[in-house]
């Protein structure tokens, strides 16, 4: 009987490099975590970090006689906001937000719906290019742009005075004529502006939603004896519904911290927005500019919580 030995197997040398790519293929999520990493840690140390650190100095006192701030801690700058000067600021700061987002939704939804219904092709992508395009230029010079349209001679004022709209704007809205430059120094000029900067984040959320409609269902509507009223009512509009919430997100929140437009278009009269840049700007009263950017942060938090509900963040 002869004893046969069998040679070992010769161990292969797996570079490092390559032992680390099959670690990470087998798990992915440790691999997913790498990623995020980083622009967490960014997103944590730089955003929220200097957010904090904003919010935190709201509590700072803020020497009238010395225009210094001084590190001892105070509540005074937070209860400051509900006296009627600063509360009449949220009050119209938040009027505007809610009437730009309900007057954005009811202008994008035909566009959106005949974007996702009615067009393909070249012609959808035309419909994206022009929703789109003003997006492209600087909000500045679409800012002042529109202060040259609703200012005496401008195109607007030539509208409302050869089709006679002075008088109903005067009795509906309470305009003190349209003499002069009136619409470029009114909350209505300043409320055209809003809706026409940030329409374009309300149509592509709605259009997405409705490219989502199952043809199937609008059939099966006229199938049941459906009208076409009655199919829109009770099964296109309660499905859009999250889309609608979607944009109203963006329409609302950015008007929310919006100071240009009220600083360039409107009656005098202060914004949160162009509230916390006087204070931090022109005055230097940190602390009460920190307290002011609280408002928003609560007021969004507030709405986000509303619009989760309606199926705002599946239709992102």
């Given amino acids: 009987m002869s004893l046969v030995l069998e040679k070992p197997a010769p161990t292969v040398d797996v ?15 440790l691999y997913l975590s790498l990623l995020l990493v980083p622009p967490l840690l960014w997103f944590g140390a730089i955003y929220l970090g200097s957010l904090l650190n904003l919010l935190w100095q709201g509590f700072y006192t803020f020497d009238d006689f010395s225009m210094t701030v001084t590190p001892d801690l105070t509540l005074a700058n937070f209860a400051a906001l509900f006296n009627p000067s600063n509360f009449d600021i949220i009050q119209r700061t938040l009027g505007m937000a809610v009437a730009v987002s309900i007057a954005s939704a009811v202008v994008a939804f035909p566009i959106a719906y005949y974007m996702a219904r009615y067009t393909q092709g070249k012609t959808k992508a035309f419909f994206y290019i022009a929703v789109m395009m003003p997006m492209w230029a600087s909000y500045i010079v679409k800012a002042y742009a529109w202060t040259l349209l609703l200012a005496k001679g401008g195109v607007a004022q030539w509208f409302v005075q050869h089709l006679g709209l002075g008088p109903v704007l005067q009795a509906v809205l309470g305009l003190p004529g349209i003499g002069g430059s009136t619409l470029s120094t009114s909350t209505l ?64 929140s950015l008007t929310l911290g919006d100071f240009i437009v009220p600083q360039l278009i409107g ?16 005055i230097g009263n940190m602390p009460m500019a920190a307290a002011f950017t609280l408002v928003p942060i609560v007021l969004i938090a507030v709405y986000l919580s509303i619009v989760k509900r309606l199926g705002a963040f599946d239709a992102l």
Avoid: C, H
């Fill in 15 to 29: 570079p490092p490099l390559r032992r680390l790519w099959t670690l990470l293929y087998r798990k992915p999520n």
């Fill in 189 to 252: 000029g300043r409320f055209l502006v809003f809706v026409y900067i940030w329409l374009p984040f309300m149509i592509l959320p709605i259009q997405a939603s409705l490219e989502r409609l199952p043809p199937s269902l609008l059939q099966a509507s006229a199938d049941l004896g459906a009208t076409p009223r009655q199919t829109f009512l009770q099964v296109v509009l309660p499905l859009s519904v999250p889309g609608i919430a979607a944009g109203s997100i963006f329409t609302f």
């Fill in 267 to 282: 009656p005098p009269g202060y914004f949160i927005g162009s509230m916390v840049y006087a204070q931090q700007g022109a």
